[in-house]
């Protein structure tokens, strides 16, 4: 089992950043994939990012890509979105969640642990 917590989350205005938190308890965090989503109210829930187990491999959707970073530290259990140039269509609950493959891609049925989310809303 592996448990996971967002943070870093809030309102801010359009061209600003934030840089969202993971942090893992449980399991051995160097052996799961990391994958962020993001769900906006009436949406479904969307790819954003996705890092493998030891960091090579990463992906973005095209609709973040050159604005997000995703990274993890596994000496910390933590993994990281940095989110700059924040537009007001970025609005969502933003998900990190943890995959027991080498690399869980954007397919959200790859991972097996979620954490609850944390609301990021962005004005205009």
């Known amino acids: 089992q592996v448990q996971l917590v967002e943070s870093g989350g809030g309102l801010v205005q359009a061209g600003d950043s934030l840089r969202l938190s993971c942090a893992a308890s449980?399991?051995?965090?160097?052996?799961?994939?990391i994958g962020w989503f993001r769900q906006a109210p009436g949406k479904e829930r969307e790819f954003v990012a996705a890092v493998s187990r030891s960091g090579p491999v990463i992906s973005y959707a095209g609709s973040v890509k050159g604005r997000f970073t995703i990274s993890r530290d596994n000496a910390k259990n933590t993994a990281y979105l940095q989110m700059n140039s924040l537009k007001p269509e970025d609005t969502a609950v933003y998900s990190c969640?943890?995959?027991?493959?080498?690399?869980?891609?954007?397919?959200?049925?790859?991972?097996?642990?979620w954490g609850q989310g944390t609301q990021v809303t962005v004005s205009s």
């Open positions: 969640a943890a995959s027991p493959y080498p690399y869980g891609g954007p397919d959200s049925n790859q991972y097996k642990y």
């Open positions: 449980g399991r051995t965090f160097s052996n799961y994939a």
